[in-house]
């Protein structure tokens, strides 16, 4: 930083680099020039990453903020700019992910007399953001940025917004404190909440263990496993919380799901909500036996369930929880439970599921079952492969076979369930892991919504594999319209359309596949290309994946 007065592009750059910044997401606009000026001119340069719509940056910058667990970074210019990164500001939102957004906005000078893109954009994003501010003048530039980035990584993590005017952008000042990053403290969780909760393990006979999102973002991976691996509790992983207990992992019993929640005496829920995804938290209570108890631990204060009946909460950093918890159970030497019979069971269970599993990983129907799919890629990923769902039925899939072995491993919209975030998350992984394998799972109805951004993937050297599991229909709804109506409508798109060849045209690589045993020796191909590369297989519309919720 030079004590010469600099633009506030120059700020906003130095304030986010403070804050762990490595990359730049945007789509170019006049508005936010200084931003670029400030990440060219940085030293060293800041790479900016520019993209066809501006969606995809938000959910790229989204998906590096997930993967690296510092706040990414989303430059948007004014007015529909910034309103076409409203759904992934929501998202972020929804799913806890550091995130800062800063916006372009018309000049104070012109304000109210009807420039280029006027409009008032904060109100606009208040609503699923953790803050939504202006900077009004060049000297509120820095500080206004270095809270919302502190804001954005701070649990309970989530997006933040900065607009910022145009000509106060381009006005030069000097700033005399530099920024420090986030040196936010941990949430220091209650003590006695945590002996509670300790209590109702020693009395359980049948516990289960719930790791989602945010024991990533909370940095308490090593934390919970070692939890898991001195306790013996079964355990079912969502979210970013996959990978955290390795697949294949003898404790991790996600495959008997239903089993572990419907027979449980105990389910303790760590670091995601208490929703759709887990009925509400209500578990058991079917054909008269007791519903099991149900513990919510969330990583601040404000994520602890509001709605649930709970025999006990705690909050605070997922780390300092997990070793307090497990001091407390050890704390009596002489009482340490036994729960090896229903472990046993759980895995039983995950055998036979496994080999169900396997019938539809090897099915060689026509047309091609999503599940075949699945088979042959699973043998191909690298145990540090990134993973990405962007669809319905097709990821739905994915989420049934796909057991990552390293945390981080996995990538989805997370809650707010938003199709199109999959190419951004894509480049993210990319970039935050480049020698991994990154495989982006598109449902054909999302592959619609980004495929453009193809031409990003080729002109910022960032290869991928895509696959696309195409059965020419919005499945997830047209299967459900026919159940309540005997009729679909809406739901159709044309058959066998060539993703793949939308992808060569851009400067990728592609093909269609219809017969199963071609699948593998496509990835195959697609994996040594070095480049961008679609596999475009076509599927039977009729498989579809067996739902236990509607999410309402």
Same mark, same amino acid.
């Given at each position: ?19 762990? =910044? ?54 948007? $210019? ?37 420039? +280029? ?16 501010? $202006? ?56 003590? &006695? ?37 001195? $306790? ?36 303790? !829920? ?23 108890? $149900? ?38 030497? &002489? ?8 472990? *046993? ?32 890629? +699973? ?56 020698? *991994? ?16 951004? =193809? ?75 070095? !480049? ?21």
């Amino acid at each position: 930083m030079t004590d010469e007065p600099q633009h506030g592009g120059v700020h906003a750059v130095d304030v986010a680099r403070a804050h762990g =910044v490595e990359h730049m997401f945007t789509l170019s606009g006049a508005h936010v020039f200084p931003m670029y000026d400030g990440a060219v001119k940085a030293e060293p340069a800041m790479p900016i990453i520019d993209v066809r719509h501006e969606p995809t940056a938000v959910f790229a910058a989204e998906a590096i903020g997930k993967l690296t667990r510092k706040p990414g970074l989303a430059v948007l $210019t004014a007015g529909p700019g910034v309103t076409n990164g409203v759904s992934p500001i929501a998202q972020a939102s929804f799913s806890g992910s550091p995130l800062v957004v800063v916006g372009g906005r018309a000049p104070n000078n012109r304000w109210g007399s009807g420039s +280029l893109q006027e409009l008032d954009q904060p109100p606009i994003v208040e609503s699923i953001s953790k803050s939504a501010v $202006t900077a009004h003048k060049v000297d509120d530039i820095a500080p206004v940025l270095d809270e919302a980035f502190t804001l954005a990584g701070s649990s309970h993590r989530g997006p933040t917004f900065v607009d910022v005017p145009m000509d106060e952008f381009f006005n030069a000042t000097t700033v005399t404190t530099k920024s420090k990053g986030n040196t936010t403290a941990p949430i220091e969780p209650d003590s &006695g909440a945590l002996a509670k909760i300790a209590g109702l393990l020693r009395e359980s006979a049948r516990p289960v263990l719930v790791i989602g999102t945010d024991v990533w973002a909370d940095h308490a991976e090593q934390a919970a496993l070692q939890f898991v691996e001195e $306790t013996g509790i079964a355990v079912i992983s969502n979210g970013m919380g996959r990978g955290i207990i390795p697949g294949g992992h003898p404790q991790l019993v996600t495959k008997a799901r239903s089993t572990s929640f419907n027979g449980a005496d105990l389910v303790i !829920v760590v670091g995601t909500p208490l929703d759709f995804r887990l009925g509400y938290g209500i578990f058991g209570g079917k054909e008269g036996a007791a519903p099991a108890k $149900t513990v919510h631990i969330a990583d601040s204060p404000g994520q602890v369930s509001t709605h649930a009946e709970m025999a006990a909460s705690a909050s605070g950093d997922l780390t300092l929880v997990f070793n307090g918890v497990l001091a407390a159970l050890q704390s009596d030497a &002489g009482s340490k439970p036994d729960w090896s019979p229903w472990l *046993s069971t759980l895995q039983d269970e995950v055998k036979a599921a496994t080999a169900r599993d396997n019938e539809l990983l090897t099915a060689s129907a026509d047309p091609i079952h999503p599940a075949r799919i699945y088979g042959e890629l +699973l043998p191909r990923l690298a145990d540090d492969a990134v993973v990405i769902g962007d669809g319905g039925d097709f990821v739905s899939f994915a989420g049934k076979f796909v057991e990552p072995k390293l945390p981080g491993g996995w990538l989805d919209p997370g809650p707010y369930g938003c199709l199109g975030a999959g190419m951004g998350a894509a480049m993210a992984a990319r970039i935050a892991k480049p020698s *991994s394998q990154v495989v982006l799972l598109y449902g054909d109805g999302a592959a619609g919504m980004s495929l453009m951004d =193809v031409d990003t993937l080729v002109r910022h050297n960032l290869p991928i594999v895509m696959i696309v599991g195409n059965n020419s229909a919005w499945g997830l709804e047209k299967g459900p319209m026919q159940w309540l109506y005997g009729y679909d409508v809406a739901a159709d798109l044309a058959p066998q359309t060539r993703y793949d060849q939308v992808v060569t045209a851009l400067g990728g690589g592609g093909e269609m596949v219809t017969d199963p045993k071609d699948i593998g020796p496509a990835l195959d191909r697609a994996f040594a290309s070095g !480049v961008p590369y679609l596999i475009n297989v076509m599927t039977d519309v009729n498989a579809a994946y067996p739902r236990a919720t509607t999410g309402i």
